[in-house]
């Protein structure tokens, strides 16, 4: 199971907005995404559905990546709001079956969710910068977590150049 | 210290040739890793030196690299051989402060040096194909087994397309 974890762009600053949630993507964050959306389809990198966070910034990230080409499908996942639940999303997953699989979503979840998975532990180890991305290969017929591999790890800059 | 971890091209069959070290890259090896170094190259990555494997298909995939403009230097080091020691490299190491380095070699030698240096320990985990690349920071001030960050784990696939 081939499964993409994509950090969120680009956002506002915190300070500027009453609720975090709402925080959308500065017009560079955007112009960003919408590069390195572009990018991966030429790369040839698709997925059956996009799961997003319900904050502004992820959504916004999500909504250009479907508009690019990357996935007939999107909805929205509150367990990848940020301090989100590794549990939940695996408990999702435990019912469904369509590959590749995409998650956007915040740090440091994303990363810890994948250290998670790839070694049973989060330490902090796997740098994902705003716009990048992660994937990872899940074993089917046993638990993931400590038992995934990492496959990609992919900061912009190797994307939006 | 930023130093990428860089494996050999695809390589004649290990039967084809009575010493194994002395299999080249295929033409469709050469090729690739030329497409490789070339894409790496337009997206501003340079090495300050490309520490490479004494065998013929780590070799040729250094030659290539340098060949196409992202490094000054190439050197052949003995310890980058299949089954070395990274304790060699890491003492090789303390007395090199340029970066970015590139190492050129074979796995699982650089996936497992690389979990060694991130996880402190290798549990095969890191998925790193024939001309795919791996980019780690070490720390500077301290040793850097157990302590060091993944930043980049790349494909040829997402870079030869």
Known sequence: MQVYLIRHGLAGESGSYANDDERPLT?????????????????????????????????????????????????????????????????????WSQQPLALVGHNPDLSDWAETLVWGEARGVIVLKKTGLICLELPEA??????????VLLPPKLLAS
């Open 142 to 151: 046993e638990p993931p977590v400590g038992r995934s591999l990492l496959t």
């Open 27 to 95: 017009k560079e964050g955007r112009k960003k995404a919408r590069t390195c959306a572009q990018r991966l389809n030429a790369l040839g990198i698709a997925f059956e559905l996009i799961l997003t966070s319900p904050l502004v910034r992820a959504r916004q990230t999500a909504e250009i990546l479907k508009e690019e080409g990357l996935s007939p499908a999107l909805e929205v996942f509150a367990p990848l709001a940020p301090g989100g639940s590794l549990a939940s999303w695996l408990e999702w997953l435990s019912n």
